[in-house]
């Protein structure tokens, strides 16, 4: 168990509304990673962390944007969702103490954007 | 860029019976990592199996074996003595080992066992 939750499990919301997705670590680690899974695609890179304060984008990042002022929490944004942002949304940790290079995951978000 | 491939969007198998899930890859890179990810209907990421590049020796774990063949960029997940509750969809995942990590995966096998 890597102590990763994710909040909320589930959502549903309108077009055009913000939504606010929340990880939680409870170990401290440096980097986390925010991926969604759609079908047909598998999972698929938006953002991720490597410390407070630093982001960078990943592969789907247009539409999302994320901050992490605590090590222990990464928000991932969405401004003004869109139904093709309907997804089951994941974060996932690489645990750096030891170093590890596999990554483990949160129970995921499935959001519904009508 | 990485990408990875599963041509398998389903499989079904009998209980007891081996099955084995194809993955193939593609990188210019030489320093990389292979893992299988498992996702049962609970939705849960699960860790199933990783192997490192540069190691010729194919991972095992218990049931779980890959056929790793790095020149032809193949990762292959093989489960023996299936159990019902092997049944989830499988990920084939790859990363760069070097910066960030960022996980590529596969599109995924549905794989059922059936009593």
């Known amino acids: 168990d890597a102590g990763i939750t994710q909040s909320p499990r589930h959502k549903v919301t309108e077009t055009g509304t913000p939504v606010t997705l929340r990880c939680h670590q409870t170990e401290n680690h440096r980097y986390m990673y925010w991926y969604r899974q759609d079908p047909g695609h ?8 490597y410390g407070v304060k630093d982001t960078d984008k990943g592969e789907v990042s247009d539409g999302y944007s994320v901050s992490r002022s605590k090590t222990e929490d990464f928000l991932l944004t969405l401004e003004s969702a869109t139904s093709s942002q309907t997804s089951v949304y994941f974060c996932a940790i690489r645990p750096d103490r030891p170093l590890r290079d596999e990554q483990f995951f949160g129970p995921g978000t499935r959001l519904t954007v009508l | 860029a990485q990408t990875v491939t599963q041509s398998q969007p389903e499989m079904s198998v009998q209980e007891a019976e081996t099955v084995t899930l194809s993955c193939t890859y593609d990188t210019s890179e030489n320093n990389y990592y292979l893992f299988w990810y498992k996702q049962p209907p609970s939705r849960q990421m699960i860790l199933v199996i990783r192997q490192e590049a540069y190691k010729q020796q194919n991972a095992t774990e218990n049931r779980f074996s890959v056929n790793f063949q790095k020149a032809a960029k193949s990762f292959s ?8 509750g092997d049944t989830a969809m499988y990920f084939c995942a790859f990363i760069f080992i070097q910066g960030a990590q960022k996980l590529v995966f596969g599109q995924g096998t549905r794989l059922t ?3």
Request: without cysteine; glycine residues 6%.
């Open chain 2, 113 to 115: 066992i059936n009593p």
């Open chain 2, 77 to 84: 997940l093989k489960i023996s003595d299936s159990q019902l």
């Open chain 1, 42 to 49: 598998g999972l698929r890179l938006i953002h991720y962390s």
